[in-house]
T-cell receptor, first 109, second 110 residues
Framework: AQRVTQPEKLLSVFKGAPVELKCNYS??????LFWYVQYSRQRLQLLLR??SRESIKGFTADLNKGETSFHLKKPFAQEEDSAMYYC???????????FGEGTQLTVNP | NAGVTQTPKFRVLKTGQSMTLLCAQD?????MYWYRQDPGMGLRLIHY???????AKGEVPDGYNVSRLKKQNFLLGLESAAPSQTSVYFC?????????FGPGTRLTVL
């Protein structure tokens, strides 16, 4: 079975501080990992995926297969980063996603 | 392109009532999904469809039924609503493993 765990339900940082949102997964094969973001009163949207290896809005995430983690990082948080972040996994069973519980990030001025 | 749209945006039901949520996408995607979003539980898959005329159960299918009579539409039905079905419902469709979400339907069952 595949599972995604986000250990922090709430995370609060100050503007300009580094931020790391943790994501751990369990899956027996080679998964594809994603981060989705939901800004207040908006729909969920893809932030980044591990296979693209790109930085979006200053965020990066590296897949660590040894630690089965896919933590989301940003060196300098901005107030507009405040949102709900979901880590998600897609296995070999097609494009079905398994989501983590979500982390509500608040960036204080 | 409108992307993924959902109807209605809000709804209040009494226990035992029935209703249908409509999801429509204009991107010609084969795969469509229905999720429910509850605080502290993330998004949980209710049902999904891999193409017109096909449906399959997800993680939490009990109390819901779905139909995919047309490729662009995916309907979610509640035959007899219960307070435990109070939630925000999201529809999504997929292209190249990226899921595109609708704006959500906030359902309250009293």
């Amino acid at each position: 079975a595949q599972r995604v765990t986000q250990p922090e339900k709430l995370l609060s940082v100050f503007k300009g501080a580094p931020v790391e949102l943790k994501c751990n997964y369990s899956y027996s094969g080679s998964p594809e990992l994603f981060w989705y973001v939901q800004y207040s009163r908006q729909r969920l949207q893809l932030l980044l995926r591990h296979i693209s290896r790109e930085s979006i809005k200053g965020f990066t995430a590296d897949l660590n297969k040894g630690e089965t983690s896919f933590h989301l990082k940003k060196p300098f948080a901005q107030e507009e980063d405040s949102a709900m972040y979901y880590c998600a996994l897609s296995g070999t069973s097609g494009s079905r996603l398994t989501f983590g519980e979500g982390t509500q990030l608040t960036v204080n001025p | 392109n409108a992307g993924v749209t959902q109807t209605p945006k809000f709804r209040v039901l009494k226990t035992g009532q029935s209703m249908t949520l409509l999801c429509a996408q204009d991107m010609n995607h084969e795969y469509m999904y229905w999720y429910r979003q509850d605080p502290g539980m993330g998004l949980r898959l209710i049902h999904y469809s891999v193409g017109e005329g096909t449906t399959a159960k997800g993680e939490v299918p009990d109390g819901y039924n779905v139909s995919r009579l047309k490729k662009q539409n995916f309907l979610l039905g509640l035959e007899s609503a219960a307070p435990s079905q109070t939630s925000v419902y999201f529809c999504a469709s997929t292209e190249y493993n990226e899921q595109f979400f609708g704006p959500g339907t906030r359902l309250t069952v009293l």
